[in-house]
């Protein structure tokens, strides 16, 4: 059974930068792709962006594309996303997530586990 925890967030002015941390906590060998999703109250879960195991196909949701960035080290266990340019709107919880199959989808039934969530708010 793989555990995610996400350490990193936090409060963060518009316009400022910030990662999350995701370690697997027993390794990343049974997952092909690690994803990113967000929550805000009242909103659905949102597709962030995802990373298969190549680290080439990293894929990002629309509102993020061009100011968030996903890399991942296997021999660490560890995923990131770096998130700069931040916005109000930016503000929830951020989940990290991985799945066994080996295509990034933006799907988030088709991930197998899930990390607790961690909180990033971004005032104005």
């Known amino acids: 059974q793989v555990q995610l925890v996400e350490t990193g967030g936090g409060l963060v002015k518009a316009g400022g930068s910030l990662t999350l941390s995701c370690v697997a906590s027993?390794?990343?060998?049974?997952?092909?792709?690690m994803g990113w999703f967000r929550q805000a109250p009242g909103k659905e879960r949102e597709f962030v962006g995802g990373i298969d195991r190549s680290g080439g196909g990293a894929m990002y949701g629309n509102s993020v594309r061009g100011r968030f960035a996903i890399s991942r080290d296997d021999a660490k266990d560890t995923v990131w996303l770096q998130m700069n340019s931040l916005k109000p709107e930016d503000t929830a919880v951020y989940y990290c997530?991985?799945?066994?199959?080996?295509?990034?989808?933006?799907?988030?039934?088709?991930?197998?586990?899930w990390g607790q969530g961690s909180q990033v708010t971004v005032s104005s």
């Open positions: 997530a991985a799945a066994r199959i080996t295509f990034v989808t933006r799907n988030p039934s088709f991930y197998d586990y």
């Open positions: 027993e390794g990343t060998f049974n997952t092909n792709v």
